[in-house]
C-alpha cells in the first residue's frame, strides 16, 4: 500500500512538472502578446523574485510537512496545533518583514542608489547568460569541434574534430600542447 503511494506521488510530481512546463510555454506568448514587450518584461521580472523569496523560506515548508506528518501518525493532535501556530506566527513574520522591506526599496528616493543596483544586477544577469549560452553553443557545436583548456593559461580553445593527433597553440599565452581532436 504505501509502496505505491510514493509511486503515485511521485507520478504525480512529474505530471505536475510536466504540466506547468507546457502551460508556461502556451502561455508565455498569449502573455506577451495581450501586454506588449516593455509590460510583459515588468510581468517577467516577478517570477525571479518569487524563487527568491521562495529560497528565503529556507525549507520550513518541508520541514513543516515532516514534522506534521509525524504528530499525524502519532494522534498527538497538540503537537499539530503547535506545529501549526508555530510555523503561522513564523510565515507571517517572514512574509511583513519582506513587504516593508520590498516597500522601502520600492519607495526609496534615493535614485541613484536604486539604479546602481539594477546596474549590479544586470552585469551579474549578463555573466550567467553569457555562461550558458557559451554552454549551448558548446553542445550545438560538439559534432564539430571539440573544446580544449589551455594548460598554462586555462583559455578555452576550440579546434575542428576528426584531424587525428594536433598541435594546439594558444592565441593568449603561446603555449603549445599536443591533443587528438
Known sequence: MQVNQVRAGAILSYVSMAVSTILSLVYAPIMKGQLGTREYGVYGSVGPIIAYLLLLSMGLGSAYMRYYSQAKVAQDRRTMA????????????????????????????????RTEENYQYYALKDRVDRKFRGLKDQWANRKLYHYYRCPKCRQKLRVPRGRGRIQISCPRCGTQFIKKS
Request: charged share 10%; glycine share 6%; hydrophobic share 45%.
Open 82 to 113: 503547535k506545529l501549526n501556530g508555530m510555523f503561522l506566527v513564523t510565515y507571517t513574520v517572514l512574509g511583513l518583514v519582506l513587504l516593508v522591506l520590498c516597500y522601502y526599496r520600492s519607495l526609496s528616493r534615493n535614485i541613484s542608489k
